[in-house]
Each structure stands twice: as structure tokens, then as C-alpha cells.
T-cell receptor, first 114, second 113 residues
Framework: GDSVTQTKGPVTLSEGTSLTVNCSYETKQYPTLFWYVQYPGEGPQLLFK?????EKGSNRGFEATYDKGTTSFHLQKASVQESDSAVYYCVLGAASSSFSKLVFGQGTSLSVVP | EAAVTQSPRNKVAVTGGKVTLSCNQT?????MYWYRQDTGHGLRLIHY???????EKGDIPDGYKASRPSQENFSLILELATPSQTSVYFCASGETGVNTEVFFGKGTRLTVV
């Protein structure tokens, strides 16, 4: 079945340093890939999505490129801020469904310290 | 703005009791979902619905029922709650179509003792 594996947390970074959260996926279908972010006390919310292979998605300084060859979708940010502290989910959307059946990775908790 | 509201936000239930978690959305979305969130597992799909009157099993439906009496409301029912169902439950809604954005509520923390 479909699955997503991402960097195990928690991850602690200093403000101004760079972030990479690794994500790999398995599917026999042609997927859409998402990154969702969850702040404390909130539900997950969409950070960005990338519907096509070899395209890049970005939002709020975060970016990821969907690499079909390596089945990877790593999240990166050049310089993190304290406000980026949250849990980040790599999410796989199955293209054969008529609705958004999303498969979530286990989440990576990020803490950014001053 | 899109809004998904869950109630209650916190619930303590006894083993063997019946629990109903409620969800209301004002997005006019056809699709609604129930997920549970557990450390190490991310979010896992329990039940979903294409519209009023429909419910479908997700990936982990055992021990759960769902009800969609209207476009706006989607309930998750635990007929006989067990401690293994202690978790945080999220309701979500989304538009019809493949891989559209899904909007989540703030979650319900359920503890079964």
C-alpha cells in the first residue's frame, strides 16, 4: 500500500540555521505530494502542494521538489525562525481516488530556539 | 474563512461506554473525514463521507462508526470505548476532486479510562 517515511524528530535548531526534513514515499500510483504544518493546539494546515514530478512547491520560505526518480520530497528552509516551531507532515495524495485520500508521514517536530 | 468546528475539545470516557464526537463545517464541502493522531503514526483515516447520508471506511475503521446526517455535520461514534482508543481525533473537510486541500478542525482529545 501507499506509505510515507520522514525524518524522525524531535529536531532542535537555532534561529537562522537551515532546515531539511527528509521524506520518502511509496506508491504504485501517480501521486500529489503535500507538506502540512501543525502548530500547538491546532489541526494540520496546508503548507504547500506539488502535483507534478520534478516541480517545486514553496510557501513562507519553505520549499520542496518532488523527485519521482528517487521518490523523495524533502522539505527545506534556508533560515528558520522561532515562529517555525511546529510539527511538519509529509503527505501523499492518491491520484486514483475521487477524493483526497491523504496518507500522512509520522510527523517531524521542530523546535527553533533563539 | 473555512471553518471546521469539533466538539467536545476534551473528553474522558469509561471503558465500555458510548462516545460521540461531533464535527460541523461551514465550508459547504462535500467530503468530510475523521482521523486519529498518535505519536509515531501521524494521522490515520478512520471514516470519510462523500456527502449527506454517505459514510465509507477508511484505513482503521474497526471499533468506530460514522454518521453524516447533513452536509454540515459528521459524527464519529465509539459504541464500546476501549483504552486503545485514547487519542486525539481530527475532523476535516475538503472539496470534491482529486488531491484538493483538506481543512482540519482543532481536534478532540479523548481519554478512555
Amino acid at each position: 500500500g501507499d506509505s510515507v517515511t520522514q525524518t524522525k524528530g524531535p529536531v532542535t535548531l537555532s534561529e537562522g540555521t537551515s532546515l531539511t526534513v527528509n521524506c520518502s514515499y511509496e506508491t504504485k500510483q501517480y501521486p500529489t505530494l503535500f507538506w502540512y504544518v501543525q502548530y500547538p493546539g491546532e489541526g494540520p494546515q496546508l503548507l504547500f502542494k506539488v502535483p507534478k514530478a520534478n516541480e517545486k512547491g514553496s510557501n513562507r520560505g519553505f520549499e520542496a521538489t518532488y523527485d519521482k526518480g528517487t521518490t523523495s520530497f524533502h522539505l527545506q528552509k534556508a533560515s528558520v525562525q522561532e515562529s517555525d516551531s511546529a510539527v511538519y507532515y509529509c503527505v501523499l495524495g492518491a491520484a486514483s481516488s475521487s477524493f483526497s485520500k491523504l496518507v500522512f508521514g509520522q510527523g517531524t517536530s521542530l523546535s527553533v530556539v533563539p | 474563512e473555512a471553518a471546521v468546528t469539533q466538539s467536545p475539545r476534551n473528553k474522558v470516557a469509561v471503558t465500555g461506554g458510548k462516545v460521540t464526537l461531533s464535527c460541523n463545517q461551514t465550508n459547504n464541502h462535500n467530503n468530510m473525514y475523521w482521523y486519529r493522531q498518535d505519536t509515531g503514526h501521524g494521522l490515520r483515516l478512520i471514516h470519510y463521507s462523500y456527502g449527506a447520508g454517505s459514510t465509507e471506511k477508511g484505513d482503521i475503521p474497526d471499533g468506530y462508526k460514522a454518521s453524516r446526517p447533513s452536509q454540515e455535520n459528521f459524527s464519529l461514534i465509539l459504541e464500546l470505548a476501549t483504552p486503545s482508543q485514547t487519542s486525539v481525533y481530527f475532523c476535516a473537510s475538503g472539496e470534491t476532486g482529486v488531491n484538493t486541500e483538506v481543512f482540519f478542525g482543532k481536534g478532540t482529545r479523548l481519554t478512555v479510562v
